[in-house]
């Protein structure tokens, strides 16, 4: 991979992590503000495949979900 290739794969991988940290924050201040509240159901008639969504990400664990993006993220830098 030439120089210039990989600190642009670098920063992909940091902006990635990044990210990810910020909105596993946003998501422990959402649940401490929310705790015992309505999540807002999507009418899973309407709109099934964002319903599916939904459930996927909330029965998957978050460290399941970083893992799973970055091995995505990291294999096409590959």
Not at 4 to 27: D, N, R
Not at 41 to 70: C, I, K, M, S
């Amino acid at each position: 991979m030439p120089d210039s290739e990989a600190v642009l794969a670098a920063f992909s991988v940091q902006y990635y992590v990044l990210g990810f940290v910020i909105e596993e924050q946003a998501a422990r201040q959402i649940a401490d503000a929310d705790r015992g509240e309505d999540r807002g159901e999507v009418d899973a008639e309407r709109y099934p495949r964002v319903a599916a969504g939904l459930r996927t990400l909330r029965n998957t664990p978050r460290d399941v979900q970083f893992a799973y993006g970055l091995d995505r993220l990291v294999a096409s830098l590959r």
